[in-house]
Each structure stands twice: as structure tokens, then as C-alpha cells.
């Protein structure tokens, strides 16, 4: 299963609300899909598994949802702490991961 | 509160072999998987594998089977990753992460950098 994100690149300016899209090449149970954030010479963050499950201690501005092939990953009211790279990830049965190839939410 | 440190930065010769390591503290190191992942500088992210330490289960990544031998001493809580012969193209940060309150990487390392 490949994983597409879609816009390569989204320029915003903090207050705005973002959309990031997620697209499996299969349709995957939602149980599946997790969204990490990562900052320039940071580790990766867990924020969303299970689609739609935020983990704890993410803002509730973070929200995604999805099935299927399509999941989405919502940041309303953008603060400047959000711009970063966002990756979308899927598990299969076997445990064996991918990554997608990220959005780069930028100023 | 959960930690994993990883082996300091390596600089390596292309032939040569490398193992480095990420020690888990604060939770239950055997029974819960743990794994590496690769960032290519100003790339994106690449997952490698998981392993289960408590019995050795190993998943790879096809695009990394047999590159690469992940491992884990359990009685020290440490996971490896390792390599018997480097290319230039091993030359990457490593990430470990481990799985503890969700089947994803949910605490993860600072990162190892190799450059090959």
C-alpha cells in the first residue's frame, strides 16, 4: 500500500485553519493510520492514531478523520509552533509500516 | 516517564561494519516493540523495522531485508541496529521508537547520525 499526502507544501499564516490529506493506493481499516508532526532536528511526534484518536497532550486544535482510502488531518487556528512537517503513517497485518511523504506546512 | 538515548554519532568508511543503539527506560522494555526509522537529510521519513524483544519477532521493511539486522538484549533494555557492510547511502539520521500505549511509534530517540 502506498501512501499519497497531498499539497506537498501549504503555505498559511498562524489563525488559519489547515487541511492535510492522506491517501492509501488501497482502502485500510481506520484502526491503520497515525500522524506524526516533526520540527527541523527534532524525532517525529506522535499527534493521531486510529485515524482519528489524538494522543495525550495534543491540542485539541489537531483533528483528523477518514476511511477507507482517505483521511484528512485538521489544524484550526494555526500557531506558530504548528509549522513543521506532517506525516501521515499505515501498519499492515503483518506489522510492517510506511510513511507517506509528508506536507510541509509553511509560514 | 519513558526515555530511549540512543549511541552517539558515527562516522564510518564505506566497508565497514556498524551496530548502534537505543536503551529504553521507564516502562515495559521486553514487551513492547520497538524499532528504527531513516531520514536521509532533508528528506522524509523512512520506517526500517520493529522488534518484540521479549521473543525476538522481527518486521522489516522490505526495502530494508537484509540491509540491515535489527536485534535487542533484553536484559539491558537496548534495541540495535546494525550493519555488517556500509554504502555512502547508509549515511542518515536513525530514529528508534518504541510502541508503549499504541500500536505506533509513540516515544521515539534524539537520533543517531551516520555518515558513510
Known amino acids: 500500500i502506498v501512501l499519497t499526502q497531498s499539497p506537498a507544501t501549504l503555505s498559511l499564516s498562524p489563525g488559519e485553519r489547515a487541511t492535510l490529506s492522506c491517501r492509501a493506493s488501497?482502502?485500510?481499516?481506520?484502526?491503520?493510520l497515525a500522524w506524526f508532526q516533526q520540527k527541523p532536528g527534532q524525532a517525529p511526534r506522535l499527534l493521531i492514531h486510529?485515524?482519528?484518536s489524538r494522543v495525550t497532550g495534543i491540542p485539541d486544535r489537531f483533528s483528523a478523520f477518514g476511511s477507507g482510502t482517505d483521511f484528512t488531518l485538521t489544524i484550526s487556528g494555526l500557531e506558530p509552533d504548528d509549522f513543521a512537517v506532517y506525516f501521515c503513517?499505515?501498519?499492515?497485518?503483518?506489522?510492517?509500516?510506511?510513511f507517506g511523504p509528508g506536507t510541509r506546512l509553511e509560514i | 516517564e519513558v526515555q530511549l538515548v540512543q549511541s552517539g554519532a558515527e562516522m564510518k568508511k564505506p566497508g565497514e561494519s556498524l551496530k548502534i543503539s537505543c536503551k529504553g527506560s521507564?516502562?515495559?522494555?521486553?514487551?513492547?516493540?520497538i524499532g528504527w526509522v531513516r531520514q536521509v537529510p532533508g528528506k522524509g521519513l523512512e520506517w526500517m523495522g520493529i522488534?518484540?524483544?521479549?521473543?525476538?519477532?522481527?518486521r522489516y521493511s522490505p526495502s530494508f531485508e537484509g540491509q540491515v539486522t535489527i536485534s535487542a538484549d533484553k536484559s539491558i533494555g537496548t534495541a540495535y541496529l546494525q550493519w555488517s557492510t556500509l554504502k555512502d547511502s547508509d549515511s542518515a539520521m536513525y530514529f528508534c521508537?518504541?510502541?508503549?500505549?499504541?500500536?505506533?511509534?509513540?516515544?521515539w530517540g534524539q537520533g543517531t547520525l551516520v555518515t558513510v
Open positions: 522488534i518484540y524483544p521479549d521473543d525476538s519477532d522481527t
Open positions: 486510529s485515524a482519528s
Open positions: 521507564g516502562y515495559n522494555f521486553n514487551n513492547n516493540w
Open positions: 488501497e482502502s485500510i481499516s481506520s484502526r491503520s
Open positions: 521508537g518504541s510502541q508503549v500505549d499504541v500500536g505506533f511509534f509513540d516515544h
Open positions: 503513517q499505515h501498519y499492515t497485518n503483518s506489522l510492517v509500516y510506511t
